[in-house]
């Protein structure tokens, strides 16, 4: 899905710009399965993320630091 923006359900930072306890940090490794509107982040620890698409978005909401 080029040109598709998504956001993730809930938010995946520790509230100082770091990924939450447990995550890789400055990366994780895994697999986004995309299905219509909707994308899944899963990986080998257990970790399930669900984002939604973004109608109309045409950049990213926010980078990281």
């Known amino acids: 899905m080029q040109d598709t923006f998504f956001l993730a359900d ?3 930072n520790d509230g100082h710009g770091n990924p939450p306890a447990g995550w890789g940090n400055p990366y994780q490794s895994g697999t ?18 669900t984002f ?13 630091s």
């Open 32 to 49: 986004i399965t995309v299905a219509g509107s909707q994308a899944v982040f899963h990986d080998d620890s257990g970790h399930t993320v």
């Open 52 to 64: 939604h698409e973004r109608p109309g978005a045409t950049s990213f909401l926010q980078t990281c």
């Open 10 to 12: 809930q938010p995946l």
